[in-house]
């Protein structure tokens, strides 16, 4: 008895034994397949790249995860306490597994197998759990997996404080809304940094953790409301937060503010895409979606919304000129058409031109307003006077008669575009709307410091969610008369002075064998005969224009065209001295801001400056070193000078001398529109042949601005509707709100200059004469200089001269006449 006793005691000691050895020997096997959680001490998480504005607002993140990382002393106490009570209430005494932990959770497991339950097995993670599965492992349901979280919880414990891990943990975790990370989810779902979080709101993030999809504060508001209140009372329980207010955050609305991926601001969305863009050129899409850059832009927020606001009123304007289109579509009032019109609300175009709603037409109320209800429930009228714009659309020359009848307009069931009637003296009554359309033209604004190149405002459309081509720095126009001051800065450096005279009458030219003649026309089709360059430019002479460009050679006028910038591929045909090639706004306010900066070559930019993840300045745009900026104090010393580094590419003296004609374009040529702003502007109009292209490139002395309005498809915008008449008012708009109630800075006149009183039509000096006319040190009037051109511009009237590529299959003929 004894012995077998003692057998059976040695029996099960060998067992024992040979059991412990076999786990001993399986847990080591687990133990040398580890991941290596020495990485963890470098950690440097994807990180979201941010694209900022010149005064410091957001107006862009790029990531494919949403992270910003915040270290541990940066995290409010009260963000890590309600983490704590949701997840892990005693991480700070555990050794990185809660045994008491593992038991429940092994109960709970048995009682769901035994009951033959489908759910899915409980783990018990503590947070350091989290950190090596979220980190090291993958999310895979096994005993093996589970036992090499539990190993690497014991090690990183060993080899981290408690703060390193829960700082991993909380930059880490996923929390749903593509938010990875406390800090992106705080900014995600509530547009708030984690200071600024409510009790409430911390609760409802430290809930998310074990199913973000499952507590969305929308689709599942009830369960989030649940689950936020839980995490309140656990908070309450472990002493975190009183019971006073635990009671008021859990009476506290669920209100989220989720923050849009990629432009923060609708007004941005053209800017923000084109320095995504240049970024993922220069620096590679890691950089960009992972790199954790901080971009410090050139964009000044009140000048894109005045650009904004220009733009699309000026694309307004013009639509409303050739008639109404009819609605955007129809729904049948006899069914649940809110429903149908809560789907509508969608629709692109209105997702950043806020100030739009779709409605739909209900009624009328005698002929003196239309009836229109919104998808909420609520209804509006549109008084007879914002409808009788609206005559029918037959093409781009012709509309129908005058409007008599509502229903000639709209009918019950339309849907149509309303924007809410500004209040007034006048119209102080609320519920009053107007009608709109979408325009079918389009167009693009770009603002730029002539002195730096920095771009402060990129318009590249009527609505980014209507078409994401960005017509002010991608697209590629015929630019018209627009072009003209680059022929007359190169004449001036040829010998013209801007009192030359030229013929502005009849000219011929051959097109090489077995073509017609080339006959360039006026816009008029008027002839002023002998006339001043200045007169040239300031009523946009074709004529003139084709002479100075025959007389200069037309390869002085590409080598100008060259180094302004407007174009590189530019062919020595005469007519493309009227603006027959194409360039892009960007390029055509580059070339004009060496006009008002002295000749200087800027280059455009939209970023100033960038930062990595760690604060190192990996670019800046101004290279430029400042002796003197970092001084300790002021101790009596010069304010320090930093030296322009900009090339100059044109004489100074030139530049001001088509700065002072360009001013006369405004006060008495073809922009006379502009004149109304009352603070000293240039700019020249530019139209295109049929009317294609209508163009205005203008600045004030610390301001470029360059617009352009046309189809994105080449065709007509009616008879009339020149740059004069559809850029030039944009424009007004624009410098009405961004210099027009400045004070008044004159453009600075370079040394070399000399003012001397014309004869605005002759040229000669006279006393009283007519206009202030800037000339080179040498060539004014009474000094025997002898300007070029010989008085006529070289030509007679009617003369026949040969093109300079008289082979060239671009014809003389093919290009734009220049129009003004």
């Known amino acids: 008895m004894y012995r077998f006793i003692a057998y059976s005691l040695g029996g099960a000691a060998v067992l024992s034994i040979s059991v412990f050895a076999g786990v001993a020997l399986y847990l080591y096997k687990l133990s040398q397949d580890l991941p290596d959680y020495g990485s963890l001490a470098n950690y440097q998480p994807p990180i979201t790249t941010r694209v900022y504005a010149n005064d410091g607002s957001l107006i862009a993140e790029y990531a494919q995860e949403r992270r910003l990382f915040v270290p541990i002393e940066s995290i409010p106490r009260r963000v890590i306490d309600a983490f704590l009570s949701a997840e892990d209430k005693d991480f700070y005494s555990h050794p990185g597994v809660d045994l008491n932990g593992v038991i429940r959770a092994a109960y709970s497991n048995i009682q769901n197998y035994m009951s033959q339950g489908n759910k899915r097995p409980e783990g018990a993670s503590t947070i350091t759990q989290q950190v090596a599965k979220n980190f090291l492992l993958t999310s895979e349901v096994s005993v093996e997996r589970k036992i090499k979280e539990w190993m690497l919880a014991f090690r990183l414990e060993d080899a981290y404080t408690k703060d390193k891990i829960i700082e991993l943990y909380l930059n880490e975790i996923f929390l749903g809304s593509g938010s990875y990370g406390v800090a992106a989810a705080a900014y995600n779902y509530f547009d708030k940094s984690l200071d600024q979080l409510t009790i409430a709101e911390t609760a409802y993030l430290a809930g998310l953790p074990k199913a973000p999809s499952n507590y969305h504060p929308v689709r599942h508001y009830k369960r989030a409301i649940e689950r936020r209140n839980w995490v309140i009372q656990r908070m309450s329980e472990n002493q975190h937060i009183g019971e006073e207010d635990a009671k008021t955050a859990v009476s506290e609305d669920l209100i989220p503010h989720f923050r849009p991926a990629g432009a923060q601001s609708p007004d941005a969305q053209y800017f923000a895409e084109e320095v995504r863009r240049w970024i993922q050129q220069n620096y590679g899409d890691k950089?960009?979606?992972?790199?954790?850059?901080?971009?410090?832009?050139?964009?000044?927020p009140t000048l894109q919304r005045y650009g904004v606001k220009a733009l699309?009123?000026?694309?307004?304007?013009y639509d409303r000129r050739h008639g109404w289109r009819g609605p955007v579509t129809r729904v049948d009032l006899t069914t649940d058409w809110q429903r149908t019109m809560s789907d509508q609300t969608s629709m692109p175009s209105l997702q950043d031109v806020t100030e739009w709603r779709l409605a739909v037409v209900t009624g009328y109320v005698g002929n003196e307003a239309v009836k229109i209800g919104f998808a909420d429930g609520s209804e509006a009228k549109i008084p007879f006077a914002e409808v009788k714009w609206a005559k029918k659309f037959i093409n781009d020359e012709r509309m129908g008669g005058e409007i008599r009848k509502l229903s000639e307009v709209v009918?019950?069931?339309?849907v149509i575009y309303v924007e809410a009637l500004p209040k007034t003296p006048e119209n102080p009554n609320t519920g009053l709307y107007m009608l709109r359309q979408v325009p079918k033209a389009n167009g693009g604004l770009v603002a730029m410091d002539p002195h730096t190149g920095r771009v402060l405002a990129l318009v590249g459309g009527f609505s980014y969610y209507g078409s994401e081509f960005d017509r002010a720095w991608q697209a590629y126009r015929q630019t018209g008369s627009s072009f003209k001051p680059v022929v007359y800065a190169a004449a001036l450096d040829s010998g013209y002075t801007p009192s030359s005279i030229v013929l502005d009458t009849p000219f011929v030219a051959s097109q090489g064998q077995g073509l017609p003649m080339w006959r360039p026309d006026n816009y008029d089709e008027n002839y002023a005969g002998p006339s001043t360059l200045r007169q040239g430019l300031e009523k946009s002479r074709n004529l003139m224009t084709v002479r100075i460009a025959a007389d200069i050679g037309m390869e002085k006028v590409v080598e100008y065209s060259r180094k302004l910038g407007t174009s590189e591929k530019m062919l020595p045909v005469l007519a493309n001295a009227l603006g027959s090639t194409e360039s892009t706004i960007v390029r055509m306010a580059q070339a004009f801001s060496?006009?008002?900066?002295?000749?200087?070559?800027?280059?455009?930019?939209?970023?100033?400056?960038i930062q990595d993840r760690h604060g190192k300045t990996i670019y800046r745009h101004d290279k430029r070193m400042c002796e003197g900026c970092n001084a300790p104090g002021w101790t009596e010393q010069e304010e320090p000078m930093v030296a322009s580094d900009l090339d100059n590419i044109l004489d100074p003296r030139t530049a001001y001398q088509i700065t002072h004609m360009l001013e006369g374009v405004v006060e008495r040529g073809t922009a006379m529109v502009v004149k109304s702003v009352g603070v000293p502007l240039a700019g020249k109009t530019g139209t295109t042949n049929?009317?294609?292209?209508?163009?205005?490139?203008?600045?004030?002395?610390?301001?470029?601005?360059?617009?352009?309005?046309?189809?994105?498809?080449?065709?007509?915008?009616?008879?009339?509707?020149?740059?004069?008449?559809?850029?030039?008012?944009?424009?007004?708009?624009?410098?009405?709100?961004?210099?027009?109630?400045?004070?008044?800075?004159?453009?600075?006149?370079?040394?070399?200059?000399?003012?001397?009183?014309?004869?605005?039509?002759?040229g000669q000096p006279f006393a009283g004469g007519a206009v202030l006319e800037a000339f080179k040190a040498g060539t004014e009037p009474g000094t025997g200089y002898v300007a070029r051109g010989d008085g006529w511009g070289g030509m007679g009237s009617g003369t026949?001269?040969?093109?300079?590529?008289?082979?060239?299959?671009?014809?003389?003929?093919?290009?734009?006449?220049?129009?003004?």
């Open 287 to 300: 950089s960009l979606y992972e790199g954790g850059l901080a971009v410090r832009s050139t964009f000044d």
């Open 594 to 609: 060496t006009f008002v900066n002295g000749g200087k070559r800027v280059v455009p930019t939209l970023v100033d400056r």
């Open 411 to 414: 009918t019950p069931g339309d």
């Open 312 to 317: 699309r009123n000026g694309l307004i304007a």
């Open 690 to 762: 049929d009317y294609k292209d209508a163009w205005f490139v203008g600045f004030s002395p610390n301001l470029t601005v360059g617009i352009y309005i046309g189809f994105d498809q080449p065709k007509s915008l009616g008879h009339g509707e020149t740059g004069g008449h559809n850029a030039a008012p944009v424009f007004r708009d624009f410098m009405t709100d961004a210099v027009g109630k400045q004070p008044s800075v004159p453009f600075r006149v370079p040394p070399g200059i000399r003012l001397v009183r014309v004869d605005l039509k002759s």
């Open 800 to 820: 026949e001269v040969e093109t300079e590529d008289s082979s060239s299959s671009n014809t003389q003929g093919n290009g734009a006449w220049g129009l003004y």
